[in-house]
Every structure is written in structure tokens, then in C-alpha cells.
């Protein structure tokens, strides 16, 4: 059996010298690729890093060293010339933590004051900003070797289990996130507790920089970033705009027969009504404002608001309830430009949003449905998906008496008919608990899609009613739900998932026509109309380049079908068909290929 790492103790990871005689009441956490025993590693790991970058650079200071999804990364600073590491420096760093590994050194906790630890680093001043954010009391810190930081834990209890890591690369970082502080480097890294897992994991990002939704995107012509006109605002071409124009529609009908109703809010609303909303004390940082005629607004980062508004418009009866409103509501959100990723996190994007308004009775059903629709949409596009229930973060609105009816709704919801889920303590809307969707892409990696939010909260901040059976005023419950998430990071995900090779029903250009000589043009022409009336986006490669440069870029865009066209073609009336999802071809009829597309058309159904 492997050794023991650390425990597990009131549902928190604690090393072994911090468990002294406690044992029997904790769980052992053994060295191998567990969630916790990876947490423990890859903590200890940032500190080796840490070591060889100051047995390298003698004059580094560091800022923090947490984990993060997947391995850890720290903040520091080379020196005060502020140097700046590179991609090729990440060879000489790792040879030193193998060495210093070897040295078999153990890890070893220190506890002390504040004020002593303060004293002990008077001559570093990133580690005095640490000591700032660091509530008055015991302090720990971590020493290992000839290097010691200050640090909660929890780690291994000596370097020797540091064998199978990576460095990943560098960035840069400012100092607490402010970007009015200094720049500091940044280098990520990854650790496993045996070299085949690190190597899978290796190989996996490797395949993850060919499948890169950034460079398909330029490969596909389907999006762009242009400086000139901002950071995280993606120009949509017109391949991308089909793509999202698709996937607008089928949704669009998928809502309305599922009895949602259309609208639209706008983007900008006084400042005032943020205020109402609790926006503006618990997500001002989030927003852009700006004022007009005196008067401060907000733009919108959200849709719930303008939806409550739709809602007054109105007197609502229990025989109304639930109202579904639905809208691909562009939205606004302030984030640092460090942060930006492709269409990951961008400043603008549009979320398939909906808010149900319901009794609250109605909770449970309509959580219900919700997962239905979206358990239909997810296998449509191949993915599998977790459940998670996220509670009430630090930063709420609401009573605790609030939050606890509107978790215990999800739980219900979930429990009675045998859903899975986990459990994501703070994870919470900071106006009420949620269920997180978190699919799998081809490459195992989760992405959060999906919410749906129980707010008991906003319609009693915004006095929403209903008239119920006995003529008497109540309460509605509001259900904030999206799917997709949003429009930009679904496609994103959905390009990386697929490596390019969208679904035919969403496929910018469904079938590329390559006639092999201007004479074939006007066969081309009617095939494309022909397909035009069914609702297939076509083209026809007929520029003055050789047919296999056609080809070949009807393949680079990933397009599904390409149609060869010669002689025998035109008077036959059929198709040499290349198919590239199926890796086939085949010659048939013009009907019979009429026939094939209106069936893959059809295949998909929410």
C-alpha cells in the first residue's frame, strides 16, 4: 500500500504534522493520483519550484504559490531589475528541483505569530503583502532545506515523493491582480504521483494545442480580435455568424415549444436599479457604468433584472405561473485583460438566458424539466455531464432562513429522482444557491456550461406577486437558467471538443460544390439552389486554382461534404461525394444527395 500523505479531518486536508494524535479520528490520505492526495502534492511541488528558483536567482522574493485546476503555479519577482524569465528558463528551474528532490529533504511546519512573522520578513515586502491579507493570529509557515515560505499547508511530508512534475510555462502576473501594481512572473506547473499519469496528461495537452479554439477559428474564418477595436470583443465573420445563427435557431424553437416566451431587456439600466438588485454592492466590480443627463447606468452583466421588469408590466395570476421568459441577451463584463482567452473570457458575450417565475410548488418540476432539456442538448452535441449544487458564497443577500428553502428545493429536486450531484461549498449566485452543469469534452476536460439559480431574494427585493386561488397576494419564486452558458464559450468549447469537425446541422458550410471546369458551373448552380431550399449552407469552389488546392481548403475549413463535379456528373445528374465525417465516398443521385443532407438536417432534436 502506498504511504500516507496527509488526512482527511472534518472535511479538511491535514498533513501529518499537523495531525498529531488526532489520527484515529481522521481519514488517511495515501500517495497516489486521488483529488486530495493530488492537492498535497502538486502544494508541495510549488515550494520545490520555489527552492530551485531561488538556488537559481538568489535575489527572488515571492508573492503566492496555489493550486489551481490541474497543478499549481507562484507568483514572484527575479529581482529588482524586474527580469523576466522565458519558456527556455523553465529547463534549467526543473533540472535544480530534481536535484534538490533528490536530497530527500524534509518538509517542516512552523507555527507562530503574526507579529513574529512579521519581524521575521521585515526585509521582504512581498511577503509583508501576504502577511497583510493574513487575519491576526497563528501563522504558518513551511521550510524545507535552505528555503522556507510562509504558507496554511497542507504539504508532504518530505521532498522525496517529488518525482514525476512539469513546468509549463511562464506568464506574467500582477502583484494581487491589481493592474495598477507591479508585474510579476508567473510559472505554471503540473505533478502526479507516477510518470504515466503525468505522461497522459502531457500527451493530452499536446492534443490540446492542435485542437486550440483560437487557431480553428482563424483556420475556419470564423471569429476575430482586432486591438483596434478591444480586448475580449470577437468580431464574428460571416462562417461564425452562421454557425451562431444555427444555433440560435434550433434553441429558439426548442424554447418556444417548451412554453418559453421572448424578450428582450436592454443593455443599459440606471445605476439605481442595481442598487435594487444588490449588483451594484455585491457586483460593481463586474460592471461598466457610465453617466448620462446627470444620471449614473449600469451595463448590464446580467439579464434577471430586465426580466423582473418585464414581469411588472403586469398583473400575474397563479394561473399564469410559471412564466418562462427567454432572451440571447448580450451582456457586459469588466474583466482584466490578463484574464482574456479566445472566446473562454471575453468582455462581451450573449447568454441563452431564461428566467421561469413560479410558485413555489412549481420549484421542483421545473428544475426537472430544465435538466431534461438540458440532458437533450448535451447528447446532441456528444457531451457527458457532472451535477453540482453550489451554496451560499461570503458575499450574499438574504437571510440564511432564505437560503436554506431555496437549497434544500435543489436537493429535493435532485433526490427524489436519483440525480447525482456534488456539493460546491460558497459556489453560490450571491442572490441565491445553484445547480452547476459541468460537461466533458473528448479530452476529459470539465467545463461549467449550465446553471440554474433559485432566487427567493430578488422578488423581494422588486415586490414581484402573484394573485393566488384565494384571491390573495404571494411571493413568485424566480429560476435563473442557462444551457449553453454562453454563445462564445460553448463554441469554444464545442471547436475544441470536435477538433473543428462540427456537427453537420451547425456546420457554418455544410457541403463545399467543386466543379472541376468552368463547364460544371451551372450544374453547381442548381445543386446549390437545390440545397439552399432545404436549409443547407453551401459554396461553390470554382476560383482559378487547381482542384486539389479547392479541396484542400474545402478540408482546412473542415467543411462536412464536398461534391466533386465532371462530365459525367453533369449529364447524369449525380454527385461524386467526399464525406468527411464518415470518411467516405461515393457517387449518387442528385435526389438521393438532397435526400442525405434533409436526413442529417433532421438528426438533431431538442
Not at 486 to 510: D, N
Request: net charge negative; charged share 30%; aromatic share 10%.
Amino acid at each position: 500500500m502506498s504511504e500516507i500523505i496527509a488526512y482527511k479531518l472534518n472535511n479538511e486536508i491535514v498533513d501529518t504534522q499537523s495531525i498529531a494524535g488526532r489520527e484515529s479520528q481522521a481519514t488517511p490520505i495515501y500517495f497516489d493520483n486521488s483529488p486530495d492526495a493530488l492537492n498535497v502534492i502538486r502544494h508541495s511541488c510549488a515550494h520545490l519550484m520555489a527552492q530551485a528558483i531561488l538556488s537559481l536567482y538568489p535575489s527572488a522574493k515571492f508573492f503566492v504559490g496555489p493550486n489551481v485546476e490541474d497543478g499549481f503555479y507562484y507568483d514572484f519577482r527575479v529581482d529588482e531589475n524586474g527580469t523576466k524569465l522565458n519558456e527556455e528558463d523553465l529547463k534549467a528551474i526543473e533540472k535544480k528541483m530534481k536535484e534538490l528532490a533528490e536530497q530527500k529533504n524534509d518538509i517542516i511546519k512552523t507555527c507562530s505569530t503574526k507579529a513574529a512573522m512579521v519581524a521575521k520578513f521585515a526585509n521582504d515586502d512581498l511577503k509583508q503583502e501576504v502577511l497583510k491579507r493574513i487575519p491576526d493570529g497563528e501563522v504558518s509557515s513551511y521550510s524545507q532545506g535552505d528555503f522556507e515560505d510562509l504558507c496554511r499547508g497542507p504539504h508532504l511530508p518530505n521532498t522525496k515523493f517529488l518525482k514525476f512534475f512539469k513546468l509549463m510555462r511562464v506568464a506574467g502576473a500582477y502583484l494581487g491582480g491589481d493592474e495598477k501594481r507591479e508585474m510579476l512572473n508567473r510559472i505554471y506547473g503540473t505533478a502526479y504521483a507516477d510518470k504515466e499519469s503525468l505522461k497522459d496528461y502531457l500527451q493530452m495537452i499536446e492534443e490540446a494545442k492542435k485542437r486550440d479554439h483560437r487557431k480553428l477559428g482563424v483556420e475556419m474564418k470564423l471569429f476575430h480580435f482586432d486591438e483596434e477595436v478591444g480586448g475580449g470583443l470577437a468580431l464574428w465573420l460571416p462562417n461564425g455568424g452562421r454557425l451562431r445563427s444555427k444555433l440560435e435557431q434550433l434553441l429558439y424553437r426548442a424554447h418556444r415549444e417548451r412554453g418559453y416566451e421572448p424578450v428582450r431587456g436592454p443593455e443599459l439600466l440606471k445605476a439605481d436599479v442595481w442598487r435594487k438588485s444588490g449588483h451594484y454592492a455585491n457586483y460593481k466590480e463586474n460592471m461598466y457604468f457610465t453617466t448620462i443627463d446627470e444620471t449614473e447606468y449600469g451595463i448590464k452583466p446580467m439579464n434577471c433584472v430586465g426580466h423582473i421588469k418585464v414581469y411588472q408590466t403586469d398583473v400575474r395570476s397563479y394561473r399564469d405561473l410559471p412564466l418562462k421568459f427567454f432572451e440571447y441577451g448580450v451582456v457586459h463584463r469588466n474583466e482584466l485583460s490578463g484574464a482574456l482567452h479566445g472566446l473562454f473570457r471575453v468582455r462581451e458575450f450573449a447568454q441563452d438566458d431564461s428566467h421561469i417565475f413560479c410558485m413555489p410548488d412549481q420549484i421542483k418540476q421545473n428544475i426537472l424539466d430544465i435538466l431534461s432539456f438540458n440532458d437533450a442538448i448535451m447528447k446532441s452535441f456528444g457531451f457527458t455531464y457532472d451535477i453540482e449544487i453550489s451554496t451560499r458564497p461570503e458575499k450574499a443577500i438574504g437571510n440564511d432562513e432564505i437560503w436554506d428553502i431555496a437549497t434544500k428545493a435543489l436537493k429535493d429536486a435532485l433526490d427524489e429522482n436519483g440525480i447525482k450531484y456534488g456539493i460546491d461549498e460558497g459556489g453560490g449566485a450571491f442572490y441565491g444557491p445553484k445547480i452547476d452543469i459541468k460537461i466533458t469534452d473528448a479530452l476529459k476536460r470539465k467545463w461549467q456550461c449550465g446553471t440554474i439559480q433559485v432566487d427567493f431574494n430578488l422578488p423581494e427585493r422588486f415586490d414581484l406577486g402573484y394573485i393566488d386561488s384565494n384571491n390573495e397576494r404571494k411571493r413568485p419564486v424566480m429560476l435563473h437558467r442557462a444551457l449553453l452558458g454562453s454563445f462564445e464559450r460553448f463554441v469554444g468549447i464545442l471547436l475544441e471538443h470536435t477538433a473543428g469537425e462540427l456537427p453537420f446541422f451547425i456546420a457554418p458550410t455544410q457541403v463545399v460544390i467543386v466543379p472541376i471546369s468552368d463547364t460544371h458551373n451551372d450544374y453547381a448552380k442548381k445543386i446549390a439552389l437545390e440545397l439552399r431550399k432545404i436549409n443547407v449552407d453551401s459554396e461553390i469552389a470554382n476560383k482559378n486554382e487547381s482542384l486539389n488546392k479547392r479541396i484542400r481548403t474545402a478540408e482546412k475549413q473542415r467543411v462536412p461534404m464536398i461534391v466533386v463535379l465532371g462530365d459525367e456528373e453533369v449529364k447524369n445528374e449525380t454527385i461524386a461525394l467526399r464525406d468527411r465525417q464518415a470518411r467516405t465516398q461515393s457517387q449518387m443521385s442528385l435526389a438521393d444527395f438532397v435526400k442525405l443532407t434533409k436526413e442529417k438536417l433532421s438528426e438533431v432534436h431538442f
